[in-house]
């Protein structure tokens, strides 16, 4: 089992930046691939933002060039830097931890709201 906590939603007019925490119970050195993931009112939840163990990144097509994500490898914490927020990023951004062993299996954090106003 992995436990996720997100922090760092909140609230930021247009343009403005947030930076979101997720913390793993486990050491990230051991899990493949750590995300975000976001779900706005009445929408499919969607990628944000990918990293694996390797470091390679992944992103969303509406957040390249706005968001970055990072991992500390030699701690628990994953990162998302969100920069020029537009109200559409408005969602509950989700932390997820996917462990391939044969299969894959994902953790989820229990989310974090982000509120961009226009």
């Known amino acids: 089992q992995v436990q996720l906590v997100e922090s760092g939603g909140g609230f930021v007019q247009a343009g403005g930046s947030l930076r979101l925490s997720c913390v793993a119970s486990i050491s990230i050195s051991s899990i493949d691939v750590m995300g975000w993931y976001r779900q706005a009112p009445g929408k499919q939840r969607e990628l944000v933002a990918a990293?694996?163990?390797?470091?390679?990144?992944n992103y969303g097509d509406s957040v390249k060039g706005r968001f970055t994500i990072s991992r500390d490898n030699t701690g628990n914490t994953v990162y998302l830097q969100m920069n020029s927020l537009k109200p559409e990023d408005t969602a509950v951004y989700y932390c997820?931890?996917?462990?391939?062993?044969?299969?894959?299996?994902?953790?989820w954090g229990q989310g974090t709201q982000v509120t961009v106003s226009s």
């Open positions: 990293i694996t163990s390797s470091g390679a990144t």
């Open positions: 997820n931890a996917a462990l391939v062993v044969v299969l894959v299996t994902n953790y």
